[in-house]
């Protein structure tokens, strides 16, 4: 049995990183929300849900963004787990 080299504690506790997936998933979350609601919509109402999606998709692209490029510089991608 050989232990990894990097300590788990430093690994499995970065809380900008569990921050920032938190982030990304909560607007991932209102994203397909908005995509939803776009499904059901038409008419006007259906011009509002995309206006809604496009920003969504935005601010969750930008949230991922963050997180890549934090874990690609502080290297602490840590096991998703759900
Ligand atoms: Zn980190």
Redesign the pocket.
Known sequence: MVLSPVPLEETLV????TMLKDRMRADLRVYRGAIQAMERSTGKAFDKAQKLAEIARICFEAARDRLNA??SS???EVPYVG
């Open positions: 970065c809380r900008t990183h934090h874990v502080h290297q602490c």
